[in-house]
């Protein structure tokens, strides 16, 4: 069945929502944006998600400022529309349409910019089988170096997610100048010594909005934390290893490279983890 998606003010049936081939999203990679999680119909982490994409939009300089209730509002109706229980709402702005191609870009508002939102379902978490975990393979990291935009370029990590795919494995990390950054489309994580290890922020990665309550709540369970580069053999030599991101939630890696990480098995460390983000990002969805 047909979703309904939102384009520039308008809810219309997916094959009826078009987007101009002058539109810089289309040509220049020029738009940033979102996913927020829903489970039980409502959404996880709202605010962090609008946090994050107003600092991606002014990172870029596009001339639109998101208003909270507005964005709300969108994102609520787009989920009753679709009669969405467990998913996420994409939505994705662009700076807009100017009418040519150029590399060029005018300054301040003097283009609209054009928002498209879409929900796309998947399974209740809270019933994923996880006894496999994720397989993940290593690449050299060739994206550019302002990572914690959250933009539309990601040719990159889709080369890299689909080489990991058709050699067998489940994700890739990424690699730079002999630690790894994050995986294609999550932040990478390792425990050692029950010792949570995970890049510091930086340009580097993106600024997980699952990666920054997860560190919130393990914190307040006296888990120790340490937030640095970690490289390629300490993560071989780890007792277990997860990545987290808003489609993932938390997800157990068993193998790096084809070797077992631990038992090769996910650890209970990380399913507890998983089970304590899911708990309790559920009690404060909206
Ligand atoms: N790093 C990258 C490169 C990502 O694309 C994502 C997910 N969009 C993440 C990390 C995880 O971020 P979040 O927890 O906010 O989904």
Redesign the pocket.
Known sequence: MSRTVYINGSYLPEEDAKVSIFDRGFLMADAIYE?TAVIDGKMI?FD??LE?MRRSLRELDIAYDPNKEEMLAIHRELIARNHLVHGGVYIQITRGNPGDRDFLYAEGESIPPTIVLFTQERPDPRHSKLDKGWAVMTMEDLRWKR?DI?TVQLLY?SIAKTTAKRLGFDDTWMIEDGTIT??????AYIIKDGVIITRHLSND???????ASLLKYAQSRQMKIEERPFTLDEALAAEEAFV????TYVMPVVSIDGQDIGTGKPGEHTLALRQMYIEESVKVAI
């Open positions: 996913v982490e962090g998600h994050r990572r959250k990590p994050e995986g294609t489309s999550n932040n990665i993106l600024h997980g909005i699952t990666r987290t991101s808003a489609s």
